[in-house]
């Protein structure tokens, strides 16, 4: 069974984060994958044996969350994003999931839950400064992720052990959104 917070966030996600995928399929630039594609692309994000057992959710092209699969072991992953320019897939944990519900819903993430994200397939292009940034503006500092991990949630005293800058090299671990109630730390894995 789904838990209430997963319904709750789903009505967010669906009202913000995936509004672009809609838009890609509903303009028809885009042809909606099938629940196979989805759930080898949400899949991708994660090591094989916690991808094998995480709850797999999607969503509709009428912009309605779905979950494609139940899991057990704490994970949920989400298909790459097509509306975006590079793969995106995500596999989280029960606090990174919440912590992204926080953040879609511009709400406070709750303090002291630390939580854990998988981008194994890499990360789109996205703002490192502006949480809510959607494309390369001239001051928002627009900048490319490959394969990584994500520490979300932790105290200031975490990322201060991270390099800050608003334009950092991505090859090595920083915080992005920095200052911000949502950074987060990027930790590249390749
Ligand atoms: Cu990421």
Known sequence: MQEPIKV??????????????????????????????LIASAMSAAPAKVAKGATIVA??????????????????????????PGPDPMCMDKNAWEWAHAWMGHTAPAPGK???MYMLSGGTDGSNTDPYATKPAPNNHWIKTGP??????ADQSFYDMYPKSADPDTSVPYVMWAGTPYQHLMAPVK
């Open 114 to 116: 630390v939580g854990f």
């Open 148 to 153: 990584h991990i994500m520490i979300v949630g």
């Open 8 to 37: 709750v966030c789903g009505m967010i996600i669906i009202a913000s984060f995936f509004l672009l995928t809609v838009n890609a399929y509903a303009a028809g630039t885009k042809k909606a994958p099938t629940e196979k594609q």
């Open 59 to 84: 969503m509709e092209a009428d912009g309605k969350m779905r979950t494609l699969r139940e899991g057990k072991n704490g994970f949920t992953c989400m298909p790459d994003n097509p509306a975006t």
